[in-house]
């Protein structure tokens, strides 16, 4: 059997870790779980983590249990947030739910021959018919105010302007009893999740020991940060979503490519099912020869292939090469308007009458028309000069006439200013 903490140390994937749990999981195949918050229709990349914790755990022999938050989604979890969320209505809930376990599915192996095949669980399951009564006599009276008081998430919310409701004050209870039922109807014996949610897991091993004199286990993986100190998963457009259709594969695969290096060195490990002889090879050819972007390159590729597929990765790469490279007039025409858009999302878009284009018009007055140029002496010089590319055919003649015969999907023009500069023109 593979050492799972072991194999998780050197990927820098643990923090915290309750005694005996290594000897647990050397010793037997055993059940774990790690729960995931619906509170969006679509995980993020912050998900990527708890996700190959699981992914980790099948693959060195164990069972593991996704555990979608259905009524813990109702709740609203304090851990590391500094104000209450917004409570979602149960319809946008369920439709999360829905939404969450279908990517979960993808990631794990859920074939039922298997011994240590994965199964999904929903905490709504076991919670809608439980009684508030119930609930404080069942659960309440295992765990003192004292005890829940100590946890930093309790802690420091108290501390803070906004104070804590009641709600989520009982919410490392009601995940605590989530560890309890897998543990009595699953035989789950460990719960994993980020090191925010160690409080809330302890909370479980409590209830469990005390309840039913069950053994419980648990671990937590470090919280990512960038090496800027920035947001991991966040850019100016906010989150990068796992649903192709938030976050397309070609942005998904350019946030990767774009990982600083001190980033990368990290993310390789945590992110890649890569072995520990393959990364560090990929370490090697990397220092000295930052510029080429080894590792940036693979940890795109892995990554992408493992949330996408193996198409939109090579998609993703011949798309990144029309903004970047020259020879690509060919490509774009290849391009789908889909796949088009996905490439030009985020450039600046400029709007050109179609009605004018068909009768023609020079490319000078285009230029200057469409505000990518400020003046047509500025448009004449660059144009002369070799540095304007018209859906990447550079362009140095100012007889050169602009209609809508190189319309793309009848409909868009790429203009390339300089090395670095594009512009989308819309024309309907």
């Not at 994937?13 to 195949?29: A, V, Y």
């Not at 298997?114 to 006599?137: C, G, H, S």
């Not at 878009?349 to 004018?356: E, G, I, N, Q």
């Amino acid at each position: 059997m593979i050492n799972l903490i072991q194999e998780l140390q050197w990927r820098g994937m643990l923090q915290d870790i309750m005694p005996g749990t290594e000897e647990q999981l050397m010793k037997e195949m055993t059940i774990g779980y790690i729960g995931f918050d619906p509170t969006a229709d679509s995980l993020h990349i912050g998900s990527l983590v708890p996700i190959l914790l699981l992914k980790h755990l099948q693959r060195c022999g164990h069972k593991p249990i996704a555990l979608v938050g259905g009524a813990t989604g109702m709740v609203g979890d304090p851990s590391g947030k500094s104000e209450e969320r917004n409570l979602l209505s149960e319809d946008v809930l369920n439709h999360n739910v829905v939404c969450v376990k279908a990517q979960l599915e993808k990631f794990l192996d859920f074939t039922a021959t298997q011994p240590n095949a994965a199964e999904m669980a929903n905490n709504y399951d076991w919670f809608k018919d439980f009684t508030f009564l119930n609930f404080i006599k069942e659960v309440g009276k295992y765990i003192t105010v004292n005890y829940m008081m100590s946890k930093d998430s309790v802690r420091k919310r108290l501390e803070g302007d906004n104070g804590m409701s009641f709600t989520e004050f009982t919410y490392q209870l009601v995940q605590g009893y989530d560890f309890y039922w897998l543990n009595k109807n699953k035989g789950c014996k460990l719960q994993m999740g980020g090191s925010d949610q160690w409080g809330n897991i302890v909370t479980g091993t409590e209830i469990i020991r005390k309840k039913s004199g069950g053994e419980a286990f648990a671990f937590t993986c470090p919280l990512l940060t960038k090496a800027d100190g920035g947001k991991f998963g966040k850019t100016e457009k906010g989150n990068i979503w796992l649903d192709p259709k938030k976050t397309s594969p070609y942005q998904f695969y350019q946030f990767w490519l774009n990982a600083a290096d001190a980033d990368a060195e990290k993310y390789i490990k945590i992110f890649t099912l890569l072995s520990r002889e393959e990364i560090d090879t990929l370490l090697a050819q990397h220092k000295g020869n930052e510029h080429q972007r080894v590792l940036q390159k693979k940890l795109a590729e892995e990554v992408t292939c493992f949330v996408h597929s193996r198409s939109d990765y090579d998609f993703a790469v011949k798309a990144s090469e029309i903004l970047f490279n020259n020879d690509t007039a060919e490509i774009l025409q290849q391009l789908t308007e889909e796949q088009l858009l996905q490439v030009m999302e985020g450039l600046p878009t400029v709007d050109f009458s179609k009605t004018v284009a068909a009768t023609g018009v020079d490319i000078v007055s285009f230029l200057a028309e469409t505000k990518i140029f400020p003046s047509k002496s500025e448009a004449r010089k660059m144009v002369q000069g070799g540095g304007v590319s018209i859906n990447k055919i550079k362009t140095d003649s100012i007889e050169t006439v602009i209609t809508v015969d190189g319309l793309l999907h009848q409909k868009y023009l790429l203009v390339q200013k300089g090395k670095k500069n594009y512009y989308l023109v819309t024309m309907e």
